[in-house]
């Protein structure tokens, strides 16, 4: 790309900004949008709140993207419990205890908000720096984006719905004490579009229409307009993101200049560049920085994190609003032969253990770590799994690229994918400065 940097550059970068800093840095805050993805259902695998703050992960934090909330068949954000559908419990109405509670207080009977709505109040309360999002889509929950962008009605009708369910709070009680007008009311300071993808290339069954990528754009700016209009001339300034497709195709879909003016930034999927879905191989690199020449695979031949982000600024988002994802999780294959390359590049009999794993496992996996500084790729091979991730050393160095670059930041999917001790969060951390 033309205006990639160096790999010699960025080596050289890399020593010279992981020198200690100055008194003076040491007391700033932190530099850079540094947004994490809050899985709802990481509860249920004993991820909460607490564990961002005990971690250290929400002191470095800047951003906490709440993943996800639905939009409804007739174009309105809710609330609702039933598989597949909603999470109501999760959410908010769940009594969290003292022993999991961010402040170390059990929640009450009779309080109108429980659950994640009112750990994130408190985790936000303790990191005066931090803001809380409110996500609307991912992969499952994109069904209905379409029909809410499709008109002027829809859009003004689809924008008031989730301003008035997670920015004034009016939670619905749904049978029980929880929720009630203002209720939710201080939990988020903004809204995170993941519409996956308008035009397509989403989940079976996601409405389409040709018309999606102007849609999205107007669907945006009501969202800008709106949004400023509950800020009024003295209140807060909230929020507006969205994640963004690496494919190329799909990225231009979107009018990215009209889209960049409505939004904070844009969070760029700058990952799942390869993965299970080419279960046979060859194995590769799910999130390199840079492109390498010898890639050998069919689709996304020479794809990397720094292709997403020149695609991007090339038509014309500004730098400052490209914030590039990174994966706390890595991708799998079985039955790989060595080759030259210590296993990339290579076929595979099938997926190692899922093909899918945290980061908190995978770094517990037999086998050797290998990193390619050339193009910024870091791997584990132990003679026949293969497993494509981002190591904390990787991290460091993307978290430098995006300085370097001048970029907003760094987006990371997702928060409970971590080790204990917040390793990843601290390396990013550590780039950034």
Sequence with gaps: ????????????????????PTTAEAHQGPKGQRVGYFTQWGIYSGFSARNVQESGQAGKLTVINYAFGNVSADGTCFEANGA????????YQRPVGAAESVDGVADTAEQPLKGSFNQLRKLKAKNPQLKAVMSLGGWSWSKYFSDAAATDASRR???????DLYLRGNLPQLGSLEGGA??????????????EYPGGGGDAGNV???EDGRNYTLLMQEFRRQLDALSGKKGPHYLLTAAVPAGEAK????????VAKAVDWLNLMTYDLHGPWESLGPTDHQANLYSDPADVAADNRGYSADRVVR????????????????PFYGYGWTGVAAGDKHGLYQAATGLARGGNLPYNQIKDLPGTVYYDREHGASWKYDGTEFWSYDTPELLARKAEYTRCQGLGGVMIWALDNDD??????????RGLR
Excluded: N
């Excluded at 790309?1 to 200690?20: P, Y």
């Excluded at 695609?311 to 990174?326: C, E, F, I, S």
């Excluded at 204990?420 to 951390?429: K, N, Q």
């Design 208 to 210: 389409v229409r040709p």
């Design 182 to 195: 203002g209720s939710g009311a201080g939990v988020f300071d903004g809204i995170d579009i993941d519409w």
């Design 157 to 163: 009708k689809f924008v008031s719905s989730c301003i």
């Design 84 to 91: 597949g559908v909603g999470d109501a419990w999760a959410d």
């Design 1 to 20: 790309m033309t205006r990639r940097i160096s790999a010699a550059l960025a080596a050289a970068t890399l020593g010279a900004l992981l020198v200690a």
């Design 420 to 429: 204990s001790g917040g390793s990843l969060v601290s390396a990013l951390d």
């Design 311 to 326: 695609h991007y600024l090339d038509r014309g988002l500004p730098a400052r609003k490209a914030v590039p994802g990174v």
């Design 251 to 258: 990225a231009d879909q979107l009018e990215i200049p009209k």
